[in-house]
């Protein structure tokens, strides 16, 4: 079996989600503020990975061969994205959205804790509502976004990936 793409994505995942739990778990030390802050920021996260995962399904790769053969930068890169749309959508839709998702729950459940001594199933499931319409309905706005402009958003991603390679 050539195609060891769901060895990478597990062992790849494993390594993020303790990271990211390890980090989860210090930022429950912080005041209220900075906690709320955070669960937004990783919200966006999740949403803005899940644009460009929908954006590298719904890219017209001739865009892209357009710029490339204008020797713009980050076409490249942006072709390579499309060509592996199937591997890139699985990783910013599932591997990062995922993961996004449980670090969010993880610290509304920190929130709920830290502001809240009596009754705090009752306010656990309204965090966790609030949460899950925050990202659900970010994310329905971001779909709408990447497939309106897939081919802006991968070219845009192709070039920032294009500062990073050689």
Same mark, same amino acid.
């Given at each position: 079996?050539?195609?060891?793409?769901?060895?990478?994505?597990?062992? #790849?995942? %494993?390594?993020?989600?303790?990271?990211?739990?390890?980090?989860?778990? $210090? =930022?429950?030390?912080?005041?209220?503020?900075? #906690?709320? &802050?955070?669960?937004?920021? *990783?919200?966006?996260?999740?949403?803005?990975?899940?644009?460009?995962?929908?954006? *590298? =399904?719904?890219?017209?790769?001739?865009?892209l061969h357009s710029k490339a053969s204008q020797? #713009?930068?980050?076409?490249?890169?942006?072709?390579? &994205?499309?060509?592996?749309?199937?591997q890139v959508s699985s990783f910013c839709n599932?591997?990062?959205?995922?993961?996004?998702?449980?670090?969010?729950?993880?610290?509304?459940?920190? #929130?709920?804790?830290?502001? %809240?001594?009596? /009754?705090?199933?009752?306010? /656990?499931?309204?965090?966790?509502?609030?949460?899950?319409? &925050?990202?659900?309905?970010?994310?329905?706005?971001?779909?709408?976004?990447?497939?309106?402009?897939?081919?802006?958003?991968? $070219?845009? *991603?192709?070039?920032?990936l294009a500062i990073f390679s050689k």
């Open positions: 079996m050539k195609d060891n793409w769901t060895l990478k994505v597990f062992i #790849l995942t %494993f390594i993020m989600a303790t990271l990211f739990s390890f980090i989860t778990n $210090y =930022l429950g030390k912080f005041n209220n503020v900075i #906690l709320i &802050l955070c669960i937004l920021i *990783v919200i966006l996260i999740g949403i803005i990975f899940d644009i460009i995962g929908t954006s *590298v =399904l719904s890219c017209d790769i001739d865009i020797k #713009l930068k980050g076409a490249k890169q942006a072709i390579k &994205l499309v060509k592996n749309a199937s599932d591997v990062i959205g995922d993961i996004c998702g449980i670090i969010s729950g993880s610290l509304i459940a920190i #929130l709920v804790i830290n502001l %809240f001594t009596t /009754n705090i199933s009752l306010f /656990n499931v309204l965090g966790a509502s609030l949460l899950s319409s &925050l990202t659900v309905g970010g994310k329905a706005l971001g779909k709408k976004i990447a497939i309106k402009n897939s081919n802006d958003i991968v $070219y845009v *991603v192709g070039k920032l």
